[in-house]
């Protein structure tokens, strides 16, 4: 990981060295705030997922118990 830079007093004049630093500032923020968006999204995808599952787990009970109700009615 990166060693966290210090922002620098803003000069009178903006040279090209201050809006390099500003910018090396931002970049490691960003890289941090992606890093973090995409745990986030991992542990989304994941969620997703176990809700999918329980979702055509229920399905397939309704499926199962509507064709056995079906057959059931045909049968008496």
Not at 30 to 38: Q, V
Request: aromatic residues 6%; hydrophobic residues 40%.
């Amino acid at each position: 990981m990166q060693a966290k830079k210090k922002p620098i007093k803003r000069p009178t004049r903006i040279t090209a060295e201050f809006v390099n630093h500003n910018l090396e500032l931002h970049e490691i923020q960003c890289a941090e705030r992606w890093k973090t968006c995409f745990n986030h999204l991992e542990k989304l995808d994941d969620d997703i997922g176990s809700l999918n599952l329980w979702i055509k787990g229920g399905l397939t009970t309704i499926v199962i118990s509507l064709v056995g109700i079906f057959i059931t009615n045909i049968i008496a």
